[in-house]
């Protein structure tokens, strides 16, 4: 078997970019500047060869393995070394049917967003940065081990930080500041939570337990456990235990999904960020909560989660319809669709609630849509900063006039993230409503949860086409183009985003057209996961 | 959630089914992209018509494949289900206990009401698209973007023709919402016109809301049935044990979900206000999208409701949603006749009368799913009759109006197209052909008919075939709609015979005849009869082939109307029985509708019928003649047969012209102009209530929940001021802290010792 | 439990076991000595022969140069840092320096060992960064190189350097309470001095004063603490100190003594409220020392803090010895909060570095906390040592890695006190752009003070609460496993200490980025624009610091194993 | 022989006298010598638990103690003397150009 694969996704982009970044940061400004063609190439290429190895992996090109019929925590490409023994940290890889779609994903939006942003500034320290930004992402899918898992999720932040910082908005020193301490103050809270739960496994149980402290950070090992304990009316740890830890685990996802209240470092972020950081920060780094929930406090305590399911259900539908009115009264085009992540991120949340394999289904897709469709918003509004200098809705008019490509961009997109069918945005917004109603008739919940998402339906068509009126259409006044635009050519966007588009488009109907690709695994693995440890408990009621 | 697919296929076509979505969904990239690569290119623009003639032949594949399987289906195969069933979402449901596998995909379906819907619109795109290359690619404001006129066209196409063929409701709203989308971008097509842009927005969201309802029908559904797909449903809905353990009150809300979905896309009170604005679009686009089929759609989904209605597990229990569909036709109906009464603009009449008349068809609709609710129509033969002739008039006013409303808006295209092509020749000679913004680069609007009149003469083909499907919409007798119009209007009053509550749609579509009568007239005297209102419509000139052939073909389907209902049109049936011709000849037919027609055997019927003739066909055209129109100019000449209406009008005017200034100025006037300010309203409780709120909500998350997070930190901040203000620099200080900690620690310890 | 070896002063094998001591001794007079050779000639008395004696005169050229006392200083630390760590070869053979009547003075085991790494680590960094700062400009104030080329200063500077860590490793190894005291002294005078070297300088002299002023007081506080323990007890041998506690530890003498001493090493610690001369003193010294003081002078206090409460007053021999606890808990808290607070509005680099230095010890005194919790559970209590090594191996390496980063920080910003900043935010204006090594560096000390992972800033915090949560926790997971229902109610209150750390570690990412954000993302003050100040040594001191925060972060298992021999060696009832 | 007891308390008295004087008295020597106080208390008190003990240890960690005591006299004036240069003050309240 070819387990070591999943070691080079990891590594490779991370050391690759630092020695590139070592060797620009010593650089003279004006060897600097020589140096972004090829480095630019070769963080395309470097990326390129990852996508490359995810898609031969999803083709089975690397040894026989399976996406579907994986057990319930059984991974493949799995590898485990040790790493720090006395504290039973290992360096443990592997990937299922849940973490490689988001792997794929990361890979898949790494070329895109490097040829999106072909023409960025200070190119030798900025696809570096991107291509670190890929591989502590990956890092963070397919870590299976607590201490692992936590490294790389922080390690996130701080390419993120630089790109904001550096290519951001007037604001960014704010916007980057707030996001790292944000997302940071978040997880540390989820680390002593994890911590406790740490602690709170039997001690020298566990095959990796480390020598000193008789525990393990394996999150397999750590399932497993809790999987056998969940046993009728016992539980992993006892209810209390389960929901203290549970919260404290989602305080740091939650953050980062982001779900309302918790969300106002992300338009912020988004608004300052460069577009190759909102892109990916929407299309991966917001995933990053939504996977950490069904990684660890879904996998590991069902009571809590039927515990917290009103909870749970209530910050989903608030996220979805804060989010989706506060887009319709936003002036600014980055900071209406930054709001529309925390809208679709409630989603997320409402299909984890559901408490049915298909809202969990909905909830994964919806994550890989959005990991499509949001990059392509960004990359949209990047382009509309580029050439009209400004992120005033209605600053310019009549786009279709002007620039066609971005304006067929533009409503392509705005069109995919307002659910439009056979779309990929639209599998996972039907499927999370049938899953929503069919709880509520089976739960024998009140019907009028179904008016939020009714409401956000509507809206977020409002808020879209409004948007579009004010930019792609209109335009015959004479006040457009913009007295700063007058006389001049009003460019269109470049070949490399048109090339970075339409990649994008492509994807957005495939998925749309056959979202099976990727939602029979997902389908497969929330599967497992019910028949392995929710319905497991579920029959005890909670 | 079994599936029963127990019919046999027996039909080589379904097969190729597919390819009559396919066809013109793969020449949607196609032409975009080659357009937008070709731009400019000659040949592009003068052989290919900027893509007009590559959907034309894509087009005419559709039409050619839907006829030869609606062939087949006319030729007995009775039914249904899909060979394909193409995977789309495979997922797993948590059912008490047990997890179900679930799958949602898509698939082919064909009945009747496919056929009928099939038939039209893959007919009216074919035949719109012909009219679009004389009308698009003529106009030089169009000139450049056509590309995107047809690749949008195409797209349409292929949504409309999939909804149609789609297996289940899921899949009928995914194309439904296609259709929106196109409809959205071919209204905005004109972008730069701030109204084009609002229309398209304002017909996207009002559909999108009924779009909403729909989607929770859908889940509703789901729910019910385990299933979308019609074939599972309606066995299911047959299915008497299992529909004991179904609520009939849950389904009907779910079925009233739906309803309102078809609301919205059929532009029906409270929903109907995007209609008028749609027709900012090009004329082509009102023609097949906003009269012909798209707006259908809503029909097609409630006559897809008939199998529930007609089950008998359900007999008696879906009653009240029957009334309301046929309530909300009967006040749309005459809401729509009202306001068309004083538009001006010549698309608008025709989109009040689309409104109006898609009404008739739900009351039609409505009165049929209560007949079939009450009846019991499984077992007696009588009801069974009546059940399916109400049905099919429905479907057959659908079938009418689409054909008729077609050709009024190509109609009437050609005759805005001409006028406007008149106004340039007059008034932009000197300009030179270059430049020409838009229709509305000055204060003449070409649409209005007040800069037309006595028309008649200068576009005889054009005249006559707004005369021909203006009768229809009417119901003048022995003309297409005629036909199937009394049909709806008879078994209105049949319904409220039994049901009193349904007397109220019994009478709005009853006096709803003579408003259309009424407006109709008015739009064609105005426009074609009477002299020249100005400068501009004396120098009209008639208009090109392209535009000629489909008003040719559809006066011809819409006059040989009674061929068809010979042919059992009108009995267009939930189930085989009543096949196409299985039960009597074409002359037999004939002859057995135009006795059932105009000697109706039941009293009450015979005195309808004529009572409706009466109102529709000589009371309000008798108004409209007294009114507007007259003569035309000295010397002009016009085809033969239009010169009795002329002469008639003329001499109506003559006698009967009345002042009616009184009627003109008032507060019902006034109101109807501004279509009764339900626009002003929603507009208003969109900026007062949604814009105002939502820009509240706004400012609350960036002051209170951001504000908090701000406060948090300002917070700290000055709370580091002060404590490091208390380093105060003096080793005094610093000292007496150490000892206030030292004695601190002392009595603590001290303490606890 | 290896056997103890017992050594008499002078006799067989006290060379081997005090070696590091002895270097550094040798190295203390060689400092003294060879700066001062030169052809100076003895008048032998009544006659006129000179005969060379080579102290004074014209010096050679060799000892005259300036750097002379460095190197040597250097050197002999280094060689004592060296030796440490070649001692842990084959497991550092437990030592007792015995007197005559066989009372143990100095212990050698595993724990001061690591403890002597940290001290002699920190000061030689420190030793070699000073190099450069031989042609300081700037604090002294436009004196004129001549005078700080004088070697003979140079020579007081790294004569103070040494006894410095002479006295420390003296704490590090001392047995009677007194000896530990004789050798604080002997560090804490020296630090007095050194942050008070650059007299020329306002700030220099103030910083002295007020370190020595408040830093007597605490010690006179401590002395007058360790008076009453000896009236109490009649010895400050530890293991008398600890029978006789076991036995009356809840008297109120030896309590009120016990706390007395806390003031003595709190203030070391820079524990709040002791910590107010701490910022003073070390945005007046110069960075290397106020490097030395956040670090190895911390650690010294801990060595103290450590042997007063968890030998002397270990919880295990009195039921009562737990007394001290929330008293120390309350002190954690407040100092960690004061630090960050502090912390987070400053605009002086060092100054904050200070209360950053403020709010790592009240991270330490937590981990104390937490040890001296470590039976609280009786009931489930299964091996109770266990919990209290895990913490203090997180404590020892969190002293550990201190030194990397928080040294290196200092070391930073000492390369732009050189030219006359270092002690404005504004000063590192476009470090980026001026030098990007520094500012990477800068950047990676400031994210690993945060405690981002993968940084041994990261780890260091992580064990701490790790450990802080496993004594918390107790034997809860058995009591779970069994079907329990527990929350946090029966969790102990140290868990709540971890809270407050990490919330802590929070806020204080606010003004670690902040200087990142200045040195990235800001223009250079005006003027300082060109390179920075040369100097090879402090360089390579950084890189060393930057590549063992790496280094220990990402591979910290022989070096968690080291800490947690030396954990285990500290106290024999745990292993 | 005076009883160790009163000894002790004696030195208690000179202890909170020190330590009283230390953050009252702003002119540093006075500082110092409160300090200097302080420290005898210490020396005090272990003189008077040597007694007390009989133990001779006692005795010579007085010793040590006025060395320490000794010394830190020294480095205090040293540092006093260099700060009286450069402030030309020797009033602790003075010298407070580090601060906050």
């Known amino acids: 078997m070819n387990d070591w694969i999943s070691i080079p996704l990891v590594a490779f982009p991370l050391i690759s970019s630092m020695i590139l970044l070592a060797f620009v940061s010593n650089a003279s400004p004006r060897v600097r500047e020589g140096l972004v063609k090829p480095i630019r190439m070769a963080c395309l290429v470097f990326s390129l060869l990852l996508l490359v190895l995810t898609t031969g992996m999803f083709f089975k090109y690397f040894g026989e393995v399976s996406w579907m019929d994986i057990q319930f925590n059984d991974y493949e490409y799995f590898v485990s070394y040790a790493w720090i023994d006395s504290l039973g940290i290992n360096w443990t890889v592997g990937l299922d049917a849940l973490s490689f779609p988001m792997v794929w994903l990361t890979t898949f939006l790494l070329p895109v967003t490097i040829i999106a942003t072909w023409n960025e500034k200070y190119g030798a320290t900025y696809f570096p940065l991107l291509l670190m930004m890929g591989g502590a992402l990956i890092g963070v899918f397919v870590s299976l081990d607590l201490f692992m898992f936590y490294v790389f999720w922080e390690l996130t932040l701080i390419p993120m930080f630089f790109l904001i910082l550096k290519w951001g908005g007037a604001d960014r020193k704010y916007a980057a500041q707030k996001f790292f301490i944000y997302t940071f103050t978040a997880s540390v809270v989820m680390l002593l939570g994890l911590i406790t739960l740490y602690f709170l496994q039997e001690p020298n149980t566990l095959a990796s337990a480390g020598s000193m402290t008789g525990r393990s950070f394996s999150i397999p090992e750590l399932i497993d456990t809790a999987r056998t304990a969940n046993v009728g009316d016992n539980w992993f740890l006892g209810k209390t235990m389960q929901n203290i830890l549970f919260v404290m685990l989602m305080i740091g996802f939650l953050v980062k999904l982001p779900a309302v209240p918790f969300h106002t470092w992300l338009p912020d972020a988004h608004v300052q960020a460069p577009t190759g950081g909102s892109m990916l920060l929407a299309g991966v780094m917001l995933k990053m909560g939504a996977y950490g929930m069904f990684r660890l406090p879904l996998s590991l305590f069902p009571h809590a989660l039927y515990h917290f399911q009103l909870a749970l259900m209530i910050i989903g539908m608030v996220s979805l319809v804060w989010g989706a009115i506060v887009c319709l009264g936003q002036t600014n085009l980055k900071k209406m669709v930054a709001y529309s992540s925390v809208s679709h991120m409630g989603v997320i949340l409402i299909g984890i609630a559901t408490m049915q394999p298909m809202g969990w289904a909905a909830a994964l897709f919806m994550m890989f849509a959005h990991g499509i469709i949001s990059p392509m918003l960004f990359a949209v509004c990047g382009a509309f900063k580029h050439h009209y200098h400004s992120m005033e809705i209605g600053a310019m008019r009549g786009m279709a006039k002007h620039s066609p490509w971005l304006a067929t961009s533009m409503m392509f997109a705005w069109m995919a993230s307002l659910g439009l069918p056979l779309l990929a945005g639209f599998v996972a917004e039907i499927m999370m409503l049938i899953a929503l109603w069919h709880m509520i008739s089976l739960d024998g919940w009140s019907i009028w949860w179904m008016v939020g998402p009714a409401l956000v339906l509507a809206l977020t068509a409002a808020y879209y086409l409004w948007s579009m009126q004010r930019t792609i259409f209109e335009g015959g006044d004479d006040t457009q183009p913009p007295a700063n635009m007058v006389g001049k050519v009003i460019p269109d966007i470049s070949n490399p985003e048109k090339f970075a588009m339409l990649i994008l488009a492509f994807f957005t109907i495939l998925f749309g057209v056959m979202p099976w690709i990727a939602l029979d695994m997902m389908d497969d693995w929330t599967k497992q996961i019910f028949n392995g440890l929710i319905l497991f408990v579920g029959k005890g009621g909670a | 959630m079994a599936s029963s697919s127990d019919v046999i296929l027996d039909s080589e076509m379904v097969q190729y089914a597919p390819l009559i979505i396919l066809l013109p969904m793969l020449a949607f990239p196609v032409i975009l992209f080659l357009g937008r690569v070709f731009n400019k290119n000659p040949f592009w623009k003068n052989n290919l018509k900027e893509g007009g003639l590559i959907a034309l032949p894509v087009m005419a594949a559709s039409l050619i494949i839907s006829l030869l399987l609606i062939k087949d289906h006319i030729g007995g195969f009775a039914g249904i289900k899909d060979s394909i069933n193409l995977l789309w979402v495979n997922t797993t449901v948590w059912d008490g206990g047990v997890l179900e596998p679930v799958s949602l995909g898509f698939g082919i379906y064909i009945d009747h009401v496919t056929v009928m819907l099939l038939f039209v619109a893959s007919f009216l795109c074919l035949l719109i698209n012909i009219f679009s290359v004389g009308y698009m690619n003529t106009d030089p404001i169009n000139d450049n973007r056509n590309h995107r006129f047809y690749a949008e066209f195409v797209l349409f196409c292929s949504g409309m023709l999939g909804m149609v063929l789609a297996d289940s409701f899921l899949w009928l709203f995914i194309f439904w919402e296609i259709m929106g989308l196109c409809s959205y971008l071919l209204i905005g097509f004109y972008y730069e016109r701030p109204s084009a842009a609002y229309a398209a927005k304002k017909a996207f969201l009002t559909t999108r809301i009924g779009d909403v309802f729909l989607v929770i029908g859908l889940v509703m559904m789901w729910d019910i049935f385990g299933s979308l797909d019609y074939d599972v449903i309606f066995s299911a809905v047959e299915d008497k044990e299992f529909m004991a353990g179904v609520s009939s009150s849950t389904l009907q809300w779910a079925l009233g979900m739906m309803f309102i979905g078809a609301v919205g896309k059929s532009a029906q009170f409270p929903l109907h206000v995007w209609l008028p604005d749609a027709m900012e679009g090009p004329t082509p686009v009102s023609a097949l999208i906003h009269a012909a089929t798209m707006v259908n759609a809503g029909l097609y989904l409630v006559a897809r409701m008939f199998p529930f209605f007609g089950a008998e597990a359900l007999s008696g229990d879906l009653v009240d949603l029957a009334f309301i569909i046929a309530l909300i036709g009967g006040i749309t109906a005459v809401m729509a006749a009202a306001i068309a009464f004083v538009q001006n603009d010549l698309k608008k009449v025709l989109a009040y009368s689309t409104m109006s008349q898609l009404a008739y068809i739900f009351t039609g609709l409505g009165c049929a799913m209560y007949l079939a609710n009450t009846l019991d129509w499984h077992n007696d033969s009588d009801a069974h009759y009546i059940v399916v002739v109400a049905f099919g008039a429905a479907l057959f006013h659908l079938f009418n109006h689409a054909m008729a409303k077609g050709m009024l808006f190509m109609a009437s295209g050609s005759v805005i197209h001409e006028v406007h092509h008149a106004h340039h020749h007059l008034h932009h000679d000197d300009h030179g052909d270059g430049h020409h913004d838009d229709h509305h680069d000055d204060d003449f609007d070409a649409q209005s008919m007040e800069n037309m009149g006595g028309l008649a003469s200068k576009m005889p083909l054009t005249a006559t075939a707004m005369l021909v499907g203006s009768a229809s919409i009417m119901g003048l007798p022995f003309i297409g709609g005629f036909w199937s119009k009394e049909g709806i209007i008879a078994n209105a009053w049949r319904v409220a015979q039994d049901d009193p509550r349904f007397l109220l749609p019994a009478l709005c579509v009853l006096i709803g005849a003579g408003m259309t009568g009424f407006y109709m007239s008015r739009m064609w005297l105005k426009t074609f009869a009477g002299k020249p209102n100005n400068e501009v419509a004396a120098h009209v000139g008639p208009t090109n082939t392209w535009i000629k052939i489909p008003l040719f073909t559809l006066t011809f389907v819409t006059l040989s109307a009674i061929i068809l209902a010979g042919m059992g049109f009108t009995h267009w049936a939930p189930d085989s029985e009543y096949g196409f011709m299985s039960e009597k000849g074409l002359v037999e037919g004939i002859a057995y509708e135009l006795d059932h027609a105009f000697a109706n055997g039941d009293p009450f019927f015979f005195i309808l019928t004529y009572l409706a003739i009466a109102i529709g066909a000589v009371l309000g055209p008798g108004l409209a003649m007294s009114l507007y129109g007259g003569n035309l100019a000295q010397g002009e000449q016009t085809k033969p047969w239009m010169k009795p209406v002329i002469k008639l009008n003329a001499w109506v005017y003559a006698r009967f012209n009345f002042n009616n200034s009184a009627i003109a100025q008032s507060s019902l006037t006034r109101a109807l102009e501004q279509r009764l300010y339900i626009d002003y309203y929603y507009d208003m409780a969109m900026l007062k209530i949604v814009a105002a709120f939502s820009n509240k909500s706004a400012e609350a998350d960036s002051s209170v929940i951001d504000g908090t997070i701000k406060n948090i930190e300002r917070g700290s901040q000055s709370l580091s001021s002060v404590v490091r203000s208390l380093t105060t620099g003096s080793a005094r200080d610093y000292i007496l802290m150490v000892s206030v900690g030292t004695l601190a620690i002392f009595f603590l310890l001290w303490g606890v010792a | 439990m290896s056997t103890l070896k017992t050594v008499e002063p002078f006799g067989d094998g006290f060379i081997s076991a005090l070696c590091p001591e002895l270097i550094l001794f040798a190295g203390l007079i060689l400092l003294i000595v060879v700066p001062n050779l030169g052809d100076g000639k003895f008048r032998i008395p009544g006659t006129q022969t000179r005969i060379p004696w080579l102290l004074g005169g014209q010096r050679f050229k060799l000892t005259s140069d300036p750097r002379l006392p460095s190197w040597i200083a250097v050197i002999t630390i280094g060689t004592s840092f060296v030796m440490t760590i070649l001692s842990f070869q084959d497991g550092v053979e437990r030592t007792a320096i015995v007197s005559e009547g066989g009372t143990q003075i100095l212990m050698i085991n595993a724990f001061s060992r690591v403890f002597e790494l940290i001290f002699f680590g920190a000061l030689t960094l420190a030793a070699f960064a000073s190099m450069n700062r031989l042609d300081v400009k700037g604090i002294g104030a436009r004196l004129s190189t001549d005078e700080l080329y004088n070697n003979r200063r140079q020579g007081d500077f790294y004569i103070l350097m040494i006894t410095c860590a002479l006295g420390m490793s003296i704490v590090a190894l001392a047995q009677d309470l007194f000896v530990l005291f004789i050798g604080l002294e002997l560090a804490s005078f020296s630090t007095y001095v050194l942050v008070a070297f650059f007299k020329e300088s306002k700030a220099g002299t103030e910083a002295g004063m007020k370190y020595f002023i408040v830093g007597s007081v605490a010690s006179g506080v401590g002395l007058y603490g360790l008076s009453m323990l000896y009236l109490w007890a009649g010895s400050l041998q530890l293991d008398v100190l600890a029978t006789t506690f076991a036995q009356s530890g809840s008297d109120a003498l030896p309590m009120i003594g016990i706390g007395f001493v806390l003031v003595g090493f709190g203030f070391k610690v820079s524990a709040a409220p002791f910590h107010f001369a701490a910022p003073d003193a070390y945005s007046g010294a110069s960075s290397p020392v106020a490097g030395v003081l956040a670090t190895a002078s911390k650690a010294m206090g801990i060595v103290g803090l450590l042997r007063i409460l968890l030998i002397v007053a270990a919880p295990e021999s009195s039921e009562d010895g737990t007394v001290w606890l929330v008293c120390l808990g309350l002190l954690s808290v407040i100092t960690m909060t004061w630090g960050n607070l502090a912390a987070l509005g400053s605009t002086n680099p060092k100054r904050m570095l200070a209360y950053s230095s403020v709010a790592h010890a009240g991270y330490m005194l937590a981990a104390i906390t937490a040890i001296g919790a470590w039976n609280w559970d009786e009931t489930l209590s299964g091996d109770p040592g266990e919990a209290a090594v895990v913490v203090l191996t997180a404590l020892m390496f969190h002293l550990m890695v201190l030194v990397a980063f928080k040294l290196g920080a200092f070391l930073v910003l000492s390369v732009l006190e050189s030219e006359g900043g270092g002690s404005r935010l504004s000063s590192l204006g476009g470090l980026a752009k001026r030098e990007p090594f520094l500012a990477v560096a800068m950047f990676i000390f400031m994210i690993s003070l945060a405690g981002v992972p993968p940084l041994a800033g990261f780890m260091s915090k992580l064990l701490v609460i790790m450990g802080i949560v496993k004594v918390a926790l107790g034997d809860m997971s058995e009591a779970l496993a069994t079907g329990s229902e527990l929350g946090l109610s029966d969790v102990h209150w140290v868990w709540w200490l971890a809270l407050a750390m990490v919330i802590n570690s929070a806020i204080s990412v606010y003004y670690y980025l902040r200087i990142g954000v200045v040195m990235f993302f800001e223009e250079p003050e005006e003027g300082k624009t060109g390179p920075l100040p040369a100097g090879w040594q402090v360089r390579f001191a950084i890189l060393a610091c930057l590549l063992a925060t790496v280094f220990m972060g990402v591979a910290s298992d022989k070096i968690l194993e080291i800490c947690e021999i030396a954990a285990q060696s500290f106290n024999y009832n745990w292993a | ?100």
């Open chain 4, 1 to 100: 022989m005076i009883d160790p007891a009163w000894v002790s308390a004696l030195s208690a008295l000179l202890f909170v006298i020190g330590l009283g004087g230390a953050f009252t008295r702003k002119n540093a020597i006075i500082v110092l010598m409160c300090i200097e106080l302080m420290l005898n208390a210490a020396n005090m008190q272990f003189a008077a638990a040597a007694v007390h003990h009989g133990d001779a240890t006692g005795w010579i960690y007085t010793i040590f103690a006025i060395a320490i005591a000794a010394s830190e006299v020294a480095i205090g004036l040293a540092i006093f003397l260099a700060m009286y240069g450069k402030h030309e003050s020797i009033s602790l309240d003075d010298v407070d150009v580090l601060r906050n």
